[in-house]
């Protein structure tokens, strides 16, 4: 009682204060007989009688004048009055005419709150009084002053709080933030949101609102069942499952929902409770998985008494991680920890180095949806849709362009982002090229590798390219995506490389050299290459190829010295 009794002191202490503040926005903006009556409402709350008796007695005749146009003023005066004076023959008369006007306009609830400040009968019945409070809210009542009246009577009376319904939770709600209930009515209010056994986003709502003034562990049990119930996965619920499993709740899957809110940057072991309940088996998706499994390798890896328990399903799903080519910071780590050179086949080399090159993409416009890769090699491109802001996206080289386009498939080139590497794995890579050189992406880095050692050392060096350099060039001309200018380059390195081997002194299969420069097609080559192979082929005794090349395309670039020589080996084959 005497809790209940000091809780009302202060409400009214609330209330008061509350009535001051906007009594005092009320004047400045204008002055009405209204608004005088309201100050008069606030002296009398506040103790001031005299004060608010001298208030009443200035606008008594004009209340009085208008008490047929301006109802609600006169019954304001009235109760003032009334409160003022303390006469029980003024008051009785009072309430009689309260009554008489409430039966006539039932939904008054301004009149009825005088009415139960007035009336000690009716005060002491305080179901009597929630049962009409509510059907002044189902009426479209929403007055602070209702809520707060409703907010004592649960104060006093918990077990009215056996349903939740709007009523009740829109005055929980007001009490909830305004700290105007007990623990007793915060705990009945929380068991009647449990009980709903379904996701409430009020319901969420009001059960924060009462955690956050009792910090009771039975209100955090409803609020993670709640959240459980609406399948919050956010990492901003993350410190509310956190608080669950530091209370040992015994929820169902709140195991499972704390690892899907991990955040990104937790780096603090996980219980030993919890890795025991997860090996026993569990219906967690691949995002838990990858989180549960990151966490036991960094932190468990040499404790046999847990490790054993996960390490064949770690491999096992790290392999099927990275043939479905998914990659995350999670399964970076993973991958780090299980994927060793010598476990690289290969059918893991065709999918592996696009996740050993991915990059995260971080861009805090909210417009862009994709991230688009151009290669500088080839004619097509690549996208990768953002979520949450970030895409995980395969960069082989610094030649790569990124853009950026939003819904309405609009590119930018200068939008703002953040880059960093998924993972390191130079190694790997090297061990996918030897296994599978015909990976399209780790094929062209080798081949940039081999245009830019043959550019560096000049033209014309016999020994500038190696067999295996030449082979690399070989398999990317092959790639049917390759962009025509980067083709034409291709072409010109082995033009030079075959002609070198061709011409005296030179080293590597001539015969090969001769006919992959027949072959080739003369047409896209510039006048110099064309020389080149006129001057390869009459050195190395093709006349009749070379005579025929020099008729198509002519002679300007040769010396007098070859089409000396050719010109005279053609005329003797003529006599023979």
């Known amino acids: 009682k005497t809790e209940v009794k000091d809780e009302k002191i202060l409400c009214q202490r609330r209330l008061t204060s509350s009535m001051g503040r906007l009594l005092s926005q009320m004047k400045i903006s204008y002055e009405d007989v209204s608004v005088r009556l309201l100050e008069a409402e606030y002296l009398l709350a506040s103790g001031k009688k005299d004060r608010a008796q001298a208030l009443l007695d200035s606008v008594k005749e004009q209340i009085l004048a208008e008490r047929d146009s301006r109802v609600m003023n006169y019954f304001l005066f009235q109760y003032i009055q009334v409160s003022l004076s303390e006469d029980e023959p003024q008051r009785d008369a009072f309430l009689r005419l309260l009554r008489r006007h409430l039966a006539a306009e039932p939904g008054n609830f301004y009149l009825y709150m005088m009415m139960l400040r007035l009336d000690p009968e009716l005060a002491a ?83 924060t609102a009462l955690y956050a003034q009792f910090e009771n562990r039975e209100i955090l049990s409803a609020v993670c069942a709640m959240l459980i119930r609406g399948g919050c996965r956010g990492e ?24 899907y809110c991990l955040p990104e940057d937790y780096e603090k072991p996980l219980s030993r409770e919890m890795l025991l309940y997860f090996s026993y088996g569990s219906e967690l998706n691949e995002k838990g998985k990858a989180r549960l499994y990151r966490n036991v390798l960094e932190f468990y890896r040499d404790d046999e008494s847990i490790f054993r328990f996960y390490e064949r399903d770690i491999e096992k799903f790290a392999l099927s991680q990275l043939f479905d080519g998914k990659i995350s910071r999670d399964l970076a780590v993973i991958y780090q920890n299980v994927i060793y050179p010598e476990v690289v086949d290969r059918q893991l080399a065709q999918v592996l180095p696009s996740v050993l090159k991915s990059n995260c993409i971080a861009v805090k416009d909210k417009n862009i949806r994709y991230v688009v890769v151009r290669h500088e090699e080839l004619t097509v491109e690549d996208a990768y849709p953002l979520t949450g802001g970030t895409a995980y996206v395969p960069l082989f ?57 043959e550019e560096r ?19 990317a001309l092959a790639e049917p995506s ?95």
């Open 482 to 576: 390759l962009h025509s200018l980067y083709k034409k380059k291709i072409m010109s390195a082995l033009i030079r490389r075959c002609v070198c081997s061709m011409m005296p002194g030179g080293q590597g299969n001539r015969e090969k050299a001769a006919a992959f420069l027949l072959a080739a097609d003369k047409d896209s080559m510039s006048s110099g290459e064309r020389a080149q192979i006129m001057r390869a082929l009459i050195a190395q005794g093709c006349y009749s190829e070379a005579y025929d090349m020099l008729c198509r395309y002519g002679s300007e670039r040769l010396g007098t010295a070859e089409l000396k020589k050719l010109v005279a080996k053609m005329l003797l084959d003529s006599l023979m």
């Open 397 to 453: 080289s610094s030649r790569d362009i990124l853009m950026f386009q939003d819904e309405a498939g609009n590119r930018f080139m200068s939008t703002p982002y953040e880059t960093s590497a998924a993972m390191e794995g130079e190694g790997l890579a090297r061990r996918c090229f030897q296994v599978y050189p015909e990976h399209p992406s780790l094929l062209l880095n080798a081949c940039q590798k081999v245009l830019y050692q």
């Open 125 to 207: 019945s305080p179901a009597a009084v929630y049962g009409d409070l509510r059907r002044q809210f189902k009426e479209g009542a929403a007055s602070p002053f209702l809520f707060q009246e409703a907010c004592r009577i649960l104060v006093r009376e918990p077990e009215f709080l056996r349903n939740m319904e709007a009523f009740e939770s829109h005055v929980i709600y007001f009490g909830a933030r305004r700290g105007l209930l007990s623990e007793e009515a915060a705990l009945a209010a929380a068991g009647a949101v449990d009980r709903k056994k379904e996701f409430w986003p009020f319901g969420l709502k009001i059960l």
């Open 457 to 475: 050392e000049g033209e014309g060096l016999p020994d500038s390219m190696t067999e295996e350099e030449e082979r690399i060039l070989l398999k």
């Open 236 to 259: 901003r619920y993350f410190a509310w499952y956190e608080k669950g499993v530091e209370e040992k709740l015994a929820l169902t899957r709140l195991y499972e929902h704390y690892l």
